[in-house]
C-alpha cells in the first residue's frame, strides 16, 4: 500500500486527543494530556500516556485534520483551524491567537529567488501583546 495515500483509523485515543484540540485553544500537549485526564479520571480502560498524546498529535497534523504551530522557544501547540494562516504569540500571558490576516502566498515567489530554494508555503509568527493585555496595560 502507498504510504502517501494510507490513512490511519480513528483510534479511540486518537479521538480523545482530537475532541481535546477542538475544546481548547491552541493547546500545547501538556494541555490535552491534562484535558483528557480531567475527563477520564484515572481509571486503568481510558488511562493515557503523555507520550501517546505526543504520537496521536503527531499522526492527526500529518493527516491535515490539526495544524501544528511553533511558537517560538515556547513548547509546540496545535491548532484545529489546518488551514494556512498566522498566529500571534503574546508576550506577556503566553497565549497564541489566530490573526485575521489573509495568507500572503505572494511572497513565497520571492523568498525562492532570494534563497535559491523552493518554497512550498510559508508560516508566520507575530509576538506582540494580545487584546486582554492590551487592556491590563502590559
Known amino acids: 500500500m502507498d504510504k502517501m495515500n ?11 486527543v482530537l475532541n481535546a484540540v477542538h475544546s ?9 494530556y491534562s484535558r483528557i485526564t480531567s475527563i477520564t479520571g484515572t481509571g486503568t480502560e481510558d488511562r493515557i500516556s503523555l507520550g501517546t498524546i505526543y504520537r496521536n498529535l503527531q499522526v492527526l497534523a500529518q493527516e491535515g485534520m490539526i ?5 517560538g522557544q515556547d513548547a509546540m501547540r496545535y491548532d484545529v483551524r489546518a488551514d494556512t494562516h498566522y498566529h500571534l504569540l503574546c508576550r506577556n500571558c503566553g497565549k497564541v491567537f489566530d490573526v485575521p490576516l489573509e495568507y500572503k502566498k505572494d511572497i513565497d515567489p520571492e523568498a525562492e529567488r532570494s534563497s535559491g530554494c523552493r518554497i512550498e508555503s510559508h508560516d508566520i509568527l507575530f509576538r506582540g501583546l494580545c487584546k486582554n493585555c492590551c487592556k491590563e496595560g502590559h
Request: hydrophobic share 35%; charged share 30%; proline share 8%.
Open 67 to 71: 495544524a501544528e504551530v511553533p511558537a
Open 6 to 16: 494510507y490513512i490511519r483509523r480513528m483510534t479511540k485515543q486518537r479521538e480523545m
Open 24 to 32: 481548547l485553544e491552541h493547546p500545547t500537549a501538556q494541555e490535552v
